[in-house]
C-alpha cells in the first residue's frame, strides 16, 4: 500500500482549507454484475497481464462536500488518489486535472496561469513518490506496465488557454501535457463548442492548431467539440485523433452525445472513441437508470458501427460525488445538455464509480459477455496504445 499522501514532502507546513476529502475506497456500495468467481479471475489476469489505459479520468480526491470544491481549487493543489490508483488495475490514465473546473485565480477557468499552477502543483507532489509516474513516451507506459506503476499521462479538454497563441502549445507541451481538446462545451478561437447554437464548425486558426500539435506530438481530442468540428478535425489531422469521453446520440438524445457521423470521423482517422460514465450523460433508452450497464449499451453500439479496432473506455470518474461536481460548478459545466427523453436521476453511475473499481467491472464484463481475451485487451488499452504510438513523437 501506498503510504504517501498528497503534499506530504511539506511537512504539515501546509494548512489546507477543506477537510475531510473524499475516500479512496468505499463511498458506494460495491457493484453487483453477477459475474462468476472463474469471470473475474479471467478478467483480473488479463488486467494485469496487459497496458490498460483509461482514456478519461479524473483521478484525484475532491472535498467530501462538492460546495467546498471552489475553495479546494483555489489551493491550487488537488490531491492524487495513490491508494485508489494502486488498486485501480489501470497502467495509464489519461488525467485531465482541473479542467473547467480550474479557477485557481479567478471565477473564470481556463485560465493559462491556473492551467499551469495545476499541471505543476501535480507534477511536484508526484516527485515526491515512486508508485504513479508522469508519461510522456509510448516507451514510459511500457516501463510503467513492467514496473507494476500506475502512469498518468496529463492533458486539457480545451485549447482553450492558448488564447490566439500556437506557442503556447509548446509551451504546455513541454511542461508534460500529452493530449489536448480542440474546444469545451463552449466555443473557442479553434472552433465550436458542442453547446454552440451555430455550429461553426473548426476555424482557420483551428487548423493551424491541429498542425502545430500534430509536429508537437499532442494527440487530439474532440469530446466536447460541436460534431462538425470533431469531424473537419479528424480530416484535418495528419494522426488518428480521440474522442475520450463520449457515447452515441442515437442510443441516448442529449447535445453532450455524437452523431453517428461524428463517430464515423473518429474511426475514419484510425483513432479511438472512449466511453463516457459521466453521471446523466450516457444513459440509454433500453437501461435509462445510468449505470454500468447504460455505458455498454453506448460500448456496443459503438463497436458496431465502427468496429472493435475503434473503441476503449474514458469513464470520466473521480474520487467524490460527481453528481455534486455537476450541481456545484453547474454554470461551468455545461455537459448534459436538455434531454430528450425522461429518466430517473441517480446518486452515482452504479458499477462506475471511481478509477478504482471501473475497469474491474469493465473488464469482467466483457468476459461475462462472451468477448475473446484479444478484442478485451484491444478495448482495455491496445487501441489506445496503437494510435498513441503514432500520434506522439
Known amino acids: 500500500m501506498n503510504e504517501y499522501r ?13 477537510d475531510p476529502l473524499a475516500p479512496e475506497f468505499d463511498r458506494v456500495a460495491p457493484y453487483q454484475g453477477g459475474f462468476t468467481a472463474d469471470e473475474v479471475a479471467r478478467a483480473e489476469r488479463l488486467l494485469a497481464e496487459n497496458v490498460t489505459i483509461s482514456l478519461h479520468d479524473h483521478p484525484v480526491r475532491f472535498p467530501h462536500d462538492m460546495a467546498d470544491t471552489p475553495a479546494y481549487n483555489r489551493t491550487g493543489r488537488q ?8 488498486a485501480s488495475g489501470l497502467t495509464v490514465v489519461f488525467d485531465n486535472m482541473m479542467d473547467g473546473t480550474a479557477t485557481v485565480t479567478g471565477n473564470t477557468p481556463w485560465q493559462f496561469d491556473d492551467v499551469v499552477t495545476d499541471l505543476g ?20 507506459i511500457h516501463a510503467a506496465h513492467a514496473a507494476g506503476k500506475v502512469g498518468l499521462v496529463f ?7 492558448i488564447g490566439n497563441d500556437l506557442d503556447k502549445l509548446d509551451v504546455l507541451y513541454g511542461l508534460g501535457i500529452r493530449q489536448i481538446g480542440i474546444a469545451y462545451s463552449d466555443s473557442n478561437g479553434l472552433g465550436a463548442g458542442l453547446t454552440e447554437p451555430n455550429d461553426f464548425g473548426l476555424t482557420k486558426f483551428g487548423r493551424a492548431a491541429i498542425r502545430r500539435m500534430n509536429q508537437l506530438g499532442l494527440a487530439i481530442d474532440v469530446s466536447h467539440s460541436s460534431d462538425r468540428t470533431g469531424i473537419e478535425a479528424a480530416d484535418a489531422s495528419d494522426k488518428p485523433i480521440f474522442m475520450t469521453h463520449a457515447g452515441a ?22 483513432g479511438v472513441i472512449g466511453m463516457s ?4 450523460t450516457t444513459i440509454s433508452y433500453e437501461h435509462p437508470k445510468h449505470s454500468i450497464l447504460s455505458v455498454m449499451d453506448h460500448f456496443m453500439y459503438c463497436l458496431e458501427l465502427v468496429g472493435i479496432d475503434h473503441v476503449g473506455f474514458g469513464p470520466d470518474t473521480l474520487y467524490g460525488d460527481h453528481v455534486g461536481l455537476h450541481t456545484t460548478f453547474a454554470s461551468l459545466l455545461s455537459a448534459a445538455g436538455a434531454t430528450t427523453a425522461s429518466h430517473e436521476r441517480v446518486e452515482y453511475v452504479d458499477g462506475l464509480e471511481n478509477p478504482t473499481e471501473s ?14 481475451d484479444e478484442d478485451i485487451v484491444k478495448v482495455l488499452g491496445g487501441n489506445i496504445l496503437r494510435v498513441l504510438g503514432e500520434a506522439w513523437v
Open 277 to 280: 460514465a459521466a453521471p446523466h
Open 359 to 372: 475497469f474491474h467491472n469493465i473488464a469482467a464484463w466483457l468476459v461475462h459477455n462472451g468477448f475473446s
Open 249 to 270: 446520440r442515437a442510443i441516448w438524445d442529449i447535445p453532450r452525445l455524437k452523431s453517428d457521423d461524428a463517430l464515423r470521423a473518429i474511426a475514419a482517422s484510425g
Open 79 to 86: 490531491h492524487t488518489a495513490f491508494e485508489g490508483l494502486a
Open 121 to 140: 502543483m501535480r507534477q511536484a507532489d508526484l516527485a515526491h513518490q515512486r508508485d504513479v509516474v508522469v508519461i510522456r513516451t509510448v516507451d514510459d
Open 6 to 18: 498528497s503534499y506530504d514532502y511539506l511537512d504539515g507546513d501546509l494548512a489546507l482549507p477543506i
Open 155 to 161: 492533458g486539457l479538454e480545451a485549447a482553450t488557454p
